[in-house]
């Protein structure tokens, strides 16, 4: 059976009559939707109409209609057809009396996907083929960034029966058998701390692998000094437990930006602390610059790699996190936790342009198969909506997460940041000292941040009071200590 001039390239991989059994059981029965949902869509085709029709089915149905064969029919009644081609009506009707199972449509589904990744493939190796060919030096890497990230995002664009994570029951049982024998035998390798003592108590020890952690906020709320305190408390180097390998991906921020933050964190409990922005500026005295130097030094030994590039999407984070992943392996040490900062200014690809809460989606999904696939875990920063500011009580909520897209469903653990001073700051009763009352309120907690867990699959859901200096981007366990 043909729809008219069926030709798609024939080097290419395509399996037209999977494509009319599906498109055939839907037409049969639209229940077949629900089989594929989720994993199948229209760019699988190779075939232009079957995806027309496929696409037309789907606009019906989420109109609350069934998609019959006469109303995609008439749905597609101003399409342009070839000359060749049959009468539409009459070849949707051939579709619907020669459709297989709807049984098996989930099937076909998967058919068509294998082809459309395999075409997608050959069209990925023919872009790395032209670009290695092309003259000029000093662009092997990005060559290879290229191909990695787009590797990556093929496996991710073509999973249909959440591959990842496939395993017998005893056999998932046996795994964690084997976990807590290495426990008690003191063998298990300990998971990073986030290096705050109650969030780990309250989400089982800290950064796991495999898992998706998300701190939300509101801009100046205290999201990227969270990052920086958390990771260099990973990576710092500590007798007696193993070495920690940190990855950050700073999307926003310069690397100069990022390691004046470490740097006044990692002074910021000594005699002499200084504000990161002085240290960025230069506004620093002689004695200040040797101090720096043995920081400089320390920090050599860290097993901490920052990568400043913007815009980069999930797959090429992906790729670039292997990489460091391998490099360490080389030395003997191992990557452990990912730091992404921040989610809505990830570069986004083509296949949702336009719909913001499916772009998100997607790369919230992505980095959760990558924290799955490279084992580590990865701490994604985001945004909050501006609907936390028109509320009395400025406190997050997992509502207020911005763009949301599937966020909460990827996430494992979901905090949120609450800083009152950033409203205290922008109070106009506490600018102008009016209020004596709102003022001794606002000293009262100038260094208050709350740690709202907002989702947690490894424990309970609570706030968590953290000490917070903006300035020296320095974040400690409760109540300051010295």
């Given at each position: 059976?043909?729809?008219?001039?069926?030709?798609?390239?024939?080097?290419?991989?395509?399996?037209?009559?999977?494509?009319?059994?599906?498109?055939?059981?839907?037409?049969?029965?639209?229940?077949?939707?629900?089989?594929?949902?989720?994993?199948?869509?229209?760019?699988?085709?190779?075939?232009?109409?079957?995806?027309?029709?496929?696409?037309?089915?789907?606009?019906?149905?989420?109109?609350?209609?069934?998609?019959?064969?006469?109303?995609?029919?008439?749905?597609?009644?101003?399409?342009?057809?070839?000359?060749?081609?049959?009468?539409?009506?009459?070849?949707?009707?051939?579709?619907?009396?020669?459709?297989?199972?709807?049984?098996?449509?989930?099937?076909?589904?998967?058919?068509?996907?294998?082809?459309?990744?395999?075409?997608?493939?050959i069209g990925l190796a023919e872009a790395t083929a032209a670009a290695?060919?092309?003259?000029?030096?000093?662009?092997?890497?990005?060559?290879?960034?290229?191909?990695?990230?787009?590797?990556?995002?093929?496996?991710?664009?073509?999973?249909?029966?959440?591959?990842?994570?496939?395993?017998?029951?005893?056999?998932?049982?046996?795994?964690?058998?084997?976990?807590?024998?290495?426990?008690?035998?003191?063998?298990?390798?300990?998971?990073?701390?986030?290096?705050?003592?109650?969030?780990?108590?309250?989400?089982?020890?800290?950064?796991?692998?495999?898992?998706?952690?998300?701190?939300?906020?509101?801009?100046?709320?205290?999201?990227?000094?969270?990052?920086?305190?958390?990771?260099?408390?990973?990576?710092?180097?500590?007798?007696?437990?193993?070495?920690?390998?940190?990855?950050?991906?700073?999307?926003?921020?310069?690397?100069?930006?990022?390691?004046?933050?470490?740097?006044?964190?990692?002074?910021?409990?000594?005699?002499?602390?200084?504000?990161?922005?002085?240290?960025?500026?230069?506004?620093?005295?002689?004695?200040?610059?040797?101090?720096?130097?043995?920081?400089?030094?320390?920090?050599?030994?860290?097993?901490?790699?920052?990568?400043?590039?913007?815009?980069?999407?999930?797959?090429?984070?992906?790729?670039?996190?292997k990489r460091t992943k391998q490099r360490l392996e080389r030395q003997?040490?191992?990557?452990?936790?990912?730091?992404?900062?921040?989610?809505?200014?990830?570069?986004?690809?083509?296949?949702?342009?336009?719909?913001?809460?499916?772009?998100?989606?997607?790369?919230?999904?992505?980095?959760?198969?990558?924290?799955?696939?490279?084992?580590?875990?990865?701490?994604?920063?985001?945004?909050?909506?501006?609907?936390?500011?028109?509320?009395?009580?400025?406190?997050?909520?997992?509502?207020?997460?911005?763009?949301?897209?599937?966020?909460?469903?990827?996430?494992?653990?979901?905090?949120?940041?609450?800083?009152?001073?950033?409203?205290?700051?922008?109070?106009?009763?506490?600018?102008?000292?009016?209020?004596?009352?709102?003022?001794?309120?606002?000293?009262?907690?100038?260094?208050?941040?709350?740690?709202?867990?907002?989702?947690?699959?490894?424990?309970?859901?609570?706030?968590?009071?953290?000490?917070?200096?903006?300035?020296?981007?320095?974040?400690?366990?409760?109540?300051?200590?010295?």
């Amino acid at each position: 059976m043909t729809a008219h001039a069926l030709a798609p390239n024939d080097a290419l991989p395509c399996l037209i009559e999977a494509e009319q059994a599906l498109l055939g059981a839907i037409l049969l029965n639209p229940d077949a939707l629900t089989y594929v949902q989720g994993f199948f869509e229209g760019r699988h085709f190779s075939e232009p109409l079957h995806k027309a029709i496929y696409q037309a089915a789907l606009d019906i149905a989420g109109s609350g209609r069934a998609p019959t064969l006469i109303a995609i029919g008439a749905e597609l009644s101003r399409l342009e057809l070839p000359a060749n081609a049959p009468p539409l009506r009459a070849y949707l009707a051939r579709l619907a009396v020669e459709a297989p199972n709807v049984i098996n449509a989930r099937d076909y589904a998967e058919m068509i996907v294998d082809a459309w990744a395999r075409r997608e493939l050959i069209g990925l190796a023919e872009a790395t083929a032209a670009a290695a060919r092309a003259p000029g030096v000093g662009r092997l890497r990005e060559t290879l960034d290229d191909l990695d990230a787009g590797v990556i995002g093929l496996r991710n664009a073509a999973a249909t029966r959440d591959e990842l994570d496939r395993s017998t029951l005893a056999g998932g049982l046996a795994d964690v058998i084997s976990d807590a024998e290495a426990h008690a035998a003191g063998d298990a390798r300990p998971i990073p701390s986030t290096g705050f003592v109650d969030i780990d108590r309250a989400i089982a020890g800290g950064y796991r692998p495999g898992r998706l952690y998300v701190i939300a906020g509101r801009p100046g709320c205290g999201k990227t000094v969270f990052m920086c305190a958390s990771a260099r408390r990973v990576a710092r180097p500590r007798e007696g437990r193993p070495q920690f390998g940190v990855d950050i991906y700073s999307l926003e921020i310069d690397r100069r930006e990022l390691s004046a933050r470490m740097a006044a964190n990692a002074m910021a409990a000594g005699v002499s602390p200084l504000d990161y922005s002085d240290i960025l500026s230069g506004k620093i005295e002689s004695e200040d610059i040797e101090r720096l130097r043995n920081i400089e030094r320390s920090f050599s030994r860290f097993a901490l790699t920052v990568d400043a590039t913007p815009q980069l999407a999930a797959e090429q984070i992906e790729a670039r996190a292997k990489r460091t992943k391998q490099r360490l392996e080389r030395q003997g040490k191992t990557l452990d936790v990912v730091f992404v900062d921040y989610l809505q200014i990830m570069k986004f690809g083509e296949r949702y342009r336009g719909r913001r809460v499916d772009e998100i989606g997607e790369a919230t999904a992505s980095l959760k198969a990558m924290s799955k696939r490279l084992e580590v875990a990865v701490v994604l920063l985001s945004q909050l909506s501006r609907e936390v500011d028109k509320r009395d009580d400025k406190r997050p909520q997992l509502s207020d997460l911005r763009d949301s897209g599937t966020i909460e469903q990827d996430a494992d653990v979901v905090i949120g940041l609450y800083r009152p001073a950033y409203y205290d700051q922008r109070n106009p009763k506490v600018i102008d000292g009016t209020d004596p009352e709102a003022v001794e309120i606002a000293a009262a907690r100038a260094n208050d941040l709350e740690a709202i867990l907002l989702k947690n699959r490894l424990g309970p859901t609570k706030a968590i009071n953290l000490y917070c200096d903006v300035a020296r981007s320095f974040i400690d366990n409760g109540a300051k200590q010295w």
